[in-house]
């Protein structure tokens, strides 16, 4: 990717390890938690000057309300969405495009230290996107004030810090290439925990399905119908179908870290993952919804995958609801490709 001149000196080095830390903590230090989404611009206007003193041309971009009310259906966000686009021309041949995005999930869990407040303990990093993905972020950054205080880079960069990835968002990184503002031939996506070169990922589709009863006081229970208990066969139903799943594989090797723990290619999955049903212990719930996710590999499309689980649960006889968030589509490259020998 780069074409260094020179190695730092060692003094240098040790700054680097520094700025690099004091970096992190304060990229970890917004929180930008998704769902619901917050403090995208905050973030956006703290790194623009980052990239500019790099030389880079900046694009803090806003997606109209508008937009994000069609597009956007998932009611858990909220808020306004921002996008960073970074174009650093040194008038290469090619260009290439290097991803990364600025939420994470909610920080959730018997936590020693607050989460967006990172610490260094017995020579580990703790704090909510150190792995997923803002240590990839400081990293990066880090990468290319060496690379540029020493070389050059051998392509022009295009540089995208986006929004929503760990809800499957629109407002992302397909919000930019609806604009056209992916342009490249050739992306690395920073993504995750992985130390290795991954050729391919899954994609994500969030499911919603909602069951219905009616209510009534659980004294006289037999007058309603219970959301709850009506719920178990459609349980039944999703665990027999998870069951089916995560018995295929995809002919994409995972990444060493996951091979480590017994996963040598990518797998589907289907993932129930919250259940909410009832306001009170005396009153009959009329309403109990489940959400999930459900992971599809590349031999897989989207489009079977929502069918599937639609079918699995129109043979029950449950009156519920099935709403579907489709996120990003699954995507492989090939293993012989020339990028993927270059990296």
């Given at each position: 990717m780069m074409m260094p001149e020179k190695p730092l000196p060692p003094q240098e080095e040790y700054q680097m390890d520094l700025d690099l830390l004091d970096l992190?903590?304060?990229?970890?230090?917004?929180?930008?938690?998704?769902?619901?989404?917050?403090?995208?611009?905050?973030?956006?206007?703290?790194?623009?000057?980052?990239?500019?003193?790099?030389?880079?041309?900046?694009?803090k971009m806003a997606m109209p309300q508008e937009v994000f009310a069609s597009r956007c259906q998932d009611s858990r966000l909220e808020g306004d969405r921002f996008n960073l686009r970074a174009d650093l021309d040194v008038r290469a041949d090619k260009t290439l495009v290097i991803y990364a995005h600025l939420?994470?999930?909610?920080?959730?869990?018997?936590?020693?230290?607050?989460?967006?407040?990172?610490?260094?303990?017995?020579g580990r990093i703790y704090g909510r996107g150190v792995?997923?993905?803002?240590?990839?972020?400081?990293?990066?950054?880090?990468?290319?004030?060496a690379v540029l205080k020493t070389g050059r880079p051998k392509y022009n960069l295009s540089v995208l810090l986006t929004t929503d990835e760990e809800v499957g968002g629109y407002s992302g990184l397909c919000y930019l290439t609806d604009l056209g503002q992916v342009k490249g031939d050739m992306m690395l996506c920073m993504d995750g925990f992985c130390d290795d070169v991954v050729i391919g990922s899954n994609g994500i589709i969030t499911w919603?399905?909602?069951?219905?009863?009616?209510s009534a006081h659980s004294g006289s229970s037999f007058l309603g119908i219970n959301a709850v208990e009506r719920s178990i066969p459609v349980m039944e139903a999703l665990m027999a179908l998870k069951k089916e799943v995560q018995s295929r594989r995809s002919a994409v090797p995972s990444s060493s870290a996951l091979e480590a723990m017994g996963m040598k290619n990518?797998?589907?999955?289907?993932?129930?993952?919250?259940?909410?049903?009832?306001?009170?212990?005396?009153?009959?719930?009329?309403?109990?919804?489940?959400?999930?996710?459900?992971?599809?590999?590349p031999e897989e499309s989207m489009e079977e995958a929502m069918q599937e689980l639609e079918n699995a649960l129109n043979l029950l006889d449950v009156k519920l609801d099935l709403k579907f968030y489709p996120g990003y589509p699954p995507m492989s490259v090939n293993p012989d490709h020339p990028w993927v020998s270059e990296v």
């Open positions: 992190l903590k304060k990229i970890i230090s917004f929180k930008t938690v998704a769902p619901p989404g917050s403090n995208y611009e905050a973030i956006v206007d703290w790194l623009i000057p980052i990239f500019q003193e790099m030389g880079f041309a900046t694009r939420d994470v999930v909610p920080a959730e869990g018997d936590w020693d230290t607050d989460p967006f407040q990172a610490v260094q303990k017995e792995s997923d993905c803002k240590g990839s972020i400081a990293a990066m950054i880090a990468a290319l004030r919603e399905a909602t069951v219905h009863g009616r990518l797998q589907p999955m289907l993932n129930i993952t919250m259940i909410n049903g009832g306001v009170k212990e005396n009153i009959v719930p009329d309403r109990c919804t489940m959400r999930g996710d459900r992971r599809v590999i």
